[in-house]
């Protein structure tokens, strides 16, 4: 690739917790960036190699020097952080990824993760391939990420410290909450937010609310139900408690599922077809692509009965059951589902 300072797509200097071997279990980027502006670019280029590297605390000394003058969203946070990185007294890792091409390393990763949850990418847009593949398997734990081969040695050491070593989970994703915690959100429940996930201004996720890595809510948004991977909610929309959203990682396929704006997905309830804007799934009532539905007109009338994939991505939509017969009706919905402002406007 040419030396072009226009060209860098993301960059991040932060600190990485590793494995007695030396391999890198996670990464804490305080201040990534997206497409700087070509000064910053510059200043990248002229202190960092491309990919994956490691620098000290006089590399991120020189670097926030480097970018004295240069403007641009995120140029201020990113100089703190180098500042305050000067002081390490252990290696820092540093990524510059000058095109979104496939993960390469866990650092990598990384950094796309902490890019969707910072608000800098939508979800569905970054390449994440091989990302399963550049993320070890960890325990985390409240001292952090500890390899799963080390594990019985560290909770030896912490009862021989008069310690205990608690483990919140084994998983290749850690929460998003101990890494980045968006502005104007409220979580009920961190434990249940996957790095990478991405919440917007306004969003609340109650206690069984759930959003997985490259999903998220627009905001504002009330999310009492489960996002899954590549699921995008849009503003104004309402997963009941207990709701499902089916995504390409459980059964979906290649279908994106996305909740248009002013939606009402009922307590235990779920879709696996996408849906317009303005529709509404009554409460225990899933839909997939394959399910038989009937769609009634404005007199109360059987239409025709469709499968519901023929009904995806359209708008002014309600699902329910019929409590005679037990089928699956579709009428059109006219009212849009607005959520309570009051408890939004305090988020």
Known sequence: ?????????AFAIGIAARNARGEALDC??????KDPEPAVAQA?????????????GAGASAFAEALAGASGEGVAALTAVCRRLAEADRPLSVVRLDEDGPIASTEEAYLKLHLLSHRLALPN??????????????AWTNRGPVDIAELP???VAARLAGEHLEVTGVDKFPRMTNYVVPTGVRIADASRIRLGAYLGEGTTVMHEGFVNFNAGALGPNMIEGRISQGVVVEAHSD?????????TLSGGGGIRITIGSHCLIGANAGTGIPL??????EAGLYITAGTPVEVIDEHG???RTAKARELAGASDLLFIRDGRTGRIQCRTNRRAIELNEALHAHN
Do not use: K
């Open 1 to 9: 690739m040419a030396d072009n300072p226009s060209t860098i797509f």
């Open 28 to 33: 804490f980027f305080p201040a990534p960036v």
């Open 44 to 56: 990248i280029r002229s202190c960092f190699p491309a990919g994956t590297s490691t620098t000290d």
């Open 125 to 138: 847009s970054l390449n994440l391939d091989g990302i399963f593949a550049s993320l070890p398997n960890v």
């Open 153 to 155: 040695e560290a909770m």
């Open 239 to 247: 997963l009941g408690g207990g709701s499902s959203t089916m995504g």
């Open 276 to 281: 317009g804007d303005r529709c509404t799934i």
């Open 301 to 303: 009338e059987v239409v």
